[in-house]
């Protein structure tokens, strides 16, 4: 079982950068695909980014291929999520998720019902 704390979210100018990182307690961390989720205000969930166990694959979410970048580091624990180039209607919710089934990521990206550990989100907003 895992526990996830999303941080890094804040507000930020158009164009700008942030990133965000996602921790983890539990054990086997390295077996776990993990998954970044937004809600935007009025909108439903989406799956904006995820990487496997081993950190050799990952997949985006069009609207963010080229400006986002997923990593994980497994010694540490955490997986992070760059953001460069934002813009406003990247303001939402972020939340990164856990799953041990290594058809997570990329099959799942945007199901998030699939995913079985979630965090309590993080707010990033871009506006001037």
């Known amino acids: 079982q895992l526990q996830l704390v999303e941080s890094g979210g804040g507000l930020v100018q158009p164009g700008g950068s942030l990133r965000l990182s996602c921790a983890a307690s539990?054990?086997?961390?390295?077996?776990?695909?993990i998954g970044w989720f937004r809600r935007a205000p009025g909108k439903k969930r989406e799956g904006v980014s995820c990487i496997n166990d081993r950190g050799s694959m990952t997949n985006y979410e069009d609207s963010v291929k080229g400006r986002f970048t997923i990593s994980r580091d497994n010694a540490k624990k955490t997986v992070y999520l760059q953001m460069n180039s934002l813009k406003p209607e990247d303001t939402a919710v972020y939340y990164c998720?856990?799953?041990?089934?290594?058809?997570?990521?990329?099959?799942?990206?945007?199901?998030?019902?699939?995913?079985?550990?979630w965090g309590q989100g993080t707010q990033v907003t871009v506006s001037s």
């Open positions: 539990g054990s086997s961390f390295d077996s776990y695909a």
């Open positions: 998720a856990a799953d041990y089934s290594m058809s997570a990521c990329p099959n799942y990206m945007d199901y998030g019902p699939a995913w079985a550990y």
